[in-house]
């Protein structure tokens, strides 16, 4: 598809131009403008990475400490905190883990309004899936309710870069 088209498309509705007459051209309409916002959010998450920092993480003592670390800041409800601590040890674009954190933060928020203030952190378990593969699992400890926090880390030689990062508050996964 001519990356042009999209565009025009999206400057003509805008200006009122080409007016739909009908649902289906909206729909067509709306389906250009979709492809064309998937086009540049691929472009901007493959644009650029991060450079590895000079923190880098030597061994499995260093990536307890690591997760233990941005653990102590989400556990507090310090999102920020343990967000930055997540830039120094990823191989992550800043600018996706900037949304990542725009994303999270008000999710976070709203569930501490609704589970309570957080209270603390708790670590529940640490799996290597292979020599180059690691997996740790905490929660972040609220009043009412806890959420899950799952960090995965690989080593492609030497040291250990956090690969991988997501949270929710399923439970079920961890007592299945």
Not at 10 to 16: F, H, K, S
Not at 151 to 167: G, S
Request: charged fraction near 25%; aromatic fraction near 10%.
């Amino acid at each position: 598809m001519n990356k042009v088209y999209p565009l025009l498309c999206i400057a003509a509705l805008l200006l009122g131009c080409g007016k739909p007459n009908d649902v289906a051209e909206l729909e067509a309409a709306r389906k250009v403008i979709s492809d064309s916002r998937k086009l540049m959010m691929y472009k901007d998450l493959t644009s650029t990475i991060n450079p590895i920092t000079e923190e880098q993480i030597q061994d499995a003592e260093e990536i307890r400490g690591t997760c233990e670390e941005i653990m102590s800041h989400m556990g507090k409800g310090d999102f920020d905190s343990g967000f930055e601590v997540i830039k120094k040890h990823t191989w992550l674009p800043e600018k996706e883990i900037n949304n990542a954190l725009e994303g999270s933060k008000p999710q976070l928020e709203l569930l501490s309004n609704r589970f309570g203030e957080f209270i603390g952190h708790e670590f529940v378990s640490e799996e290597f899936v292979s020599p180059s593969l690691a997996n740790y699992v905490y929660l972040a400890k609220c009043r009412n309710h806890v959420l899950v926090f799952n960090f995965t880390f690989y080593k492609a030689t030497d040291n250990w870069t956090l690969n991988n990062f997501y949270w929710n508050d399923n439970l079920n996964a961890l007592v299945d």
